[in-house]
């Protein structure tokens, strides 16, 4: 597997940067893998969407359409044992993760075949096997949480980092700040993911930010960081390396501010009438990062439409069967209700 | 005019310490801001300064003293122009309190004030021999020991060293067990409750966490989740205000949302509840704010002997634990067995002392209040029994409703709020199980319904009291 260029990274030295606009090159089977992880988690997604306008999902659904490169990359960039948690936009993780996407679908619709037995929800999804750690819907507690896998890490000398990801509206939440300064006083490995996609549910960046360039967040706390084109899975993975490098190393915390966008509403209730539909149709027409990667594939590795076609229709084997199962799996027995309060 | 220079207090609940070395000596000038001597208690150490200017004319209590009670003269100051050889002490300016002697189980048992007198013992040099053994003979008049073996040697015992042993028997068993919060490593705990532990540990063991208290409690319920056993140590529950999502939110809630795959093994502990003259901020009881949250377990422990044994059980236990401690019972001595590995389990009341008229349910600090109560209402022909709930969620309903329905009245006893108090839970779950068994309506006994006031007087008032105690067993036996 190819090892991506080393240009952007200052690591140390406290400053953000821009990473190079000299976008690190994917072999073919990286191309492939990320196009098929995205895709699935992109197919995924837009059934989610469908079941809940259906009624089969209720309360919260957050989509993670539009932001797929961010979490495909990042995990291209990890190793085994490496731990992954985030916010309650998860469905994307979970599948990057390798988690069950009936285990996932038939937790959104509430089903005892759910990853959390149809207790947890949409937000509340984990696997200590895929070493996924949540899945959790107050805004911020996810990166203290992060930050103490980490120290556990430490602590285990395991060589392990867990990748801790929140959005451009977690970054203002004071315990990130807390976490922060431990992490970086105590050299803990853990990489800051933030997801930056502009708007804190409907709050866009400029309006609740007096600092919207995330990667200096770490600055007073001497913790590196560089701004990530998020659209581009390459740049992502690129990124991703340097600075899951630079935590293993035991040079402790680095924090990748991932520009992406969100092409949905915050949640599926969300009519999104804070952006112009022109901006959304940009973005999608000019940045999609699946996009992307298909037109690498049929332009430099010269697939077939048939080809892309065959991966297409499998992605929606494994999404329609996790649909299926998810819509006929019964809900929870009755006596669920009171299990899993105490061990 | 010669001045006095009394023994200072290091906090409001200090009554007694060393002084450990005077750095002047008799016939120095000093003047105000100048250090004359050290003094410390196990929980601290503090230098005494001059305020006036003069000579110090003569030393009262030499170097190495234990025992010396707050406000006793320590030395005189001789004035400007004075002569130093022939000034003499006026005494004591305030009464000052004597020396708490160790309390036996009977004297515990009789309560030794109306608000528990705090004993700030002097340091003890080597903590692993503590004071004479007793042994435990006859078991009726020992209720409070009932869970141990017959026979079994007793040692006395602070609150604070039985906690302190607990932490570090488990540490000792567990390379997974770790303690972490605010001064708990080099400072030796700000109560002190952790002292010795980095000596024994070293540093990757016992951490000292910034000031950063939402931050660290949800570090340690992250490193929780991977299966290490935290103790995460808050200087006072009141601080835990800022880390109560994560308490409730991350550590009680996730392995109900996980279907059970992933739990979090961790302890909360520190000081609870009021100490004394620190105001409203730093004085509340939290028993009943975490006693509603299904998920986790909720421990405040009254003896030695429970602290010891509880946080032993709360640290190997696979849930999240709220384990409340008392900043006024920290320095009480208590017996407490001396075996190899002695737990008490958690969700279990004892009952202290067995009665017959009227039963006391308390917990903490509450129980000083309810055993001098109890004390009082023997002389006026009424046998209280008295239950100390040790948990308060799971709560022990079962020993609460048995002893009810041999008395047939009840009253509770908390430091806390009256409203939604665990003193409220405990008349509800009286009124579902043994209604019929009532002689009385149930009275709860509990803080005022006020921020905690800080004059000396307002502050009594706001507290719980013997004497409403007592009026209120009596009112419940229509006496």
């Known amino acids: ?343 | 005019m010669a001045t006095d220079i009394l023994m200072p207090a290091l906090s409001p609940t200090m009554e007694q310490g060393k002084l450990a070395k005077w750095l002047k000596k008799e016939g120095d000038k000093v003047k105000p801001g100048d250090v004359l001597a050290e003094i410390e208690t196990d929980k601290a150490t503090m230098e005494v300064e001059a305020v006036d200017e003069g000579v110090l004319a003569k030393i009262l209590v030499s170097d190495g003293t234990d025992n010396v009670a707050v406000n006793t003269p320590i030395a005189i100051l001789a004035g400007e122009g004075e002569d130093a050889s022939t000034v003499a002490s006026k005494g004591p300016s305030a009464p000052a309190p004597a020396a708490q002697p160790a309390p036996t189980p009977d004297a515990q048992a009789e309560g030794l004030a109306d608000r528990p007198a705090p004993t700030e013992r002097p340091q003890q040099t080597d903590l692993s021999t503590p004071a004479a053994p007793s042994v435990i003979t006859n078991r009726t008049a020992y209720n409070a020991m009932a869970e141990i073996p017959e026979g079994t040697e007793l040692v006395n015992m602070t609150v604070r060293e039985a906690l302190r042993d607990a932490m570090a028997e488990e540490m000792r068993q567990d390379d997974k067990v770790l303690v972490m919060g605010e001064e708990v490593a080099e400072y030796q705990g700000a109560y002190k409750v952790t002292q010795g532990l980095l000596q024994e540990f070293g540093a990757r063991r016992v951490i000292d966490t910034p000031i950063t208290e939402h931050g660290f409690a949800g570090i340690g319920v992250g490193a929780a989740f991977t299966g290490l056993r935290p103790v995460v140590e808050f200087m006072t529950f009141n601080f835990a205000m800022q880390a109560i999502d994560q308490i409730i939110n991350s550590a009680a809630k996730t392995l109900y949302m996980s279907g059970g795959q992933l739990g979090a093994p961790i302890v909360f502990r520190g000081p609870n509840g009021a100490a004394a003259r620190v105001g409203a901020q730093h004085s509340q009881d939290f028993s009943a704010w975490y006693s509603q949250i299904p998920g986790l377990k909720v421990v405040a422990p009254y003896t030695a002997s429970d602290a010891k044994g509880l946080l032993k059980s709360a640290i190997r236990d696979p849930n999240p634990i709220v384990f409340l401690e008392n900043e006024i019972l920290y320095g009480q001595s208590f017996p407490v067995p001396k075996l190899d590995d002695f737990t008490v389990p958690i969700g279990k009341a004892r009952i202290h002392r067995e009665g017959t008229d009227v039963t006391i349910v308390s917990f903490s600090i509450g129980m000083t209040y309810a055993l001098k109560a109890a004390q009082e209402l023997e002389k006026e022909g009424i046998s209280a029994e008295v239950i100390d709930l040790r948990t308060i969620r799971p709560m022990d309903t079962e020993t609460i409703v048995a002893s009810v329905m041999k008395t047939g009245r009840c009253i509770t006893v908390e430091e806390g709020y009256p409203q939604s108090g665990v003193g409220a839970e405990i008349a509800m779950r009286i009124m579902e199980n043994a209604f019929d068994y009532l002689d009385a309506p149930v009275i709860r006994i509990t803080g005022k319904d006020v921020p905690m006031p800080y004059a000396a007087n307002l502050e009594k008032l706001a507290l719980p009291s013997v004497a409403e105690v007592v009026q209120a067993a009596k009112a419940v036996c229509y006496r």
């Open chain 1, 1 to 343: 597997m190819a090892v991506a260029a080393r240009k952007a990274g200052r690591a140390g030295t406290g400053a953000a940067n821009k990473s190079t606009p000299n976008t690190p090159q994917f072999d073919k089977n990286q191309d492939l893998a990320a196009y098929n992880d995205m895709l699935l988690i992109r197919r995924f997604e837009e059934k989610s969407g469908q079941m809940y306008g259906m009624g089969l999902i209720g309360g919260f659904c957050h989509l993670y359409i539009g932001q797929e490169a961010v979490v495909v990359g990042m995990q291209m960039a990890t190793k085994e044992g490496d731990q992954v948690i985030t916010g309650y936009r998860d469905h994307g993780h979970m599948l990057a993760c390798g988690m069950d996407a009936k285990g996932v679908m038939a937790e959104l619709t509430g089903r005892r075949g759910g990853l959390s037995k149809g207790k947890g929800g949409s937000m509340h999804m984990f696997s200590k096997e895929k070493h996924f750690y949540g899945g959790h819907g107050i805004v911020g507690a996810q990166v203290s949480l992060g930050t103490g896998i980490a120290f556990a890490n430490r602590y285990r000398d395991n060589g392990n980092v867990c990748l801790t990801y929140f959005g451009d509206g977690a970054a203002n939440q004071g315990q990130v700040y807390e976490s922060f300064n431990m992490a970086q006083l105590w050299k803990l490995p853990v990489v800051y993911v933030i997801e930056n996609n502009r708007y804190a549910m409907g709050t866009a960046v400029s309006r609740a930010s007096a600092q919207t360039d995330f990667s200096k967040r770490g600055v007073s706390f001497g913790i590196p960081g560089e701004q990530v084109d998020g659209m581009d899975v390459r740049a992502v993975y690129a990124a991703g390396q340097r600075a899951i490098e630079h935590a293993r190393s035991g040079k402790g915390p680095y924090i990748l501010e991932m520009q992406t966008y969100r092409y949905r509403g915050h949640s599926m209730s969300d009519p999104a009438k804070y952006r112009t539909k022109d901006e959304v149709t940009r973005m999608r027409e000019e940045h999609d990062p699946i996009e992307q990667v298909r037109r690498r594939l049929l332009e430099s590795w010269k697939l077939s439409e048939d080809e892309l076609k065959a991966i297409d229709s499998k992605v929606r084997e494994i999404v329609n069967e996790s649909a299926e199962f998810a819509t006929h799996d019964p809900e929870p027995d009755p006596s669920e209700l009171y299990t899993d309060i105490l061990l």
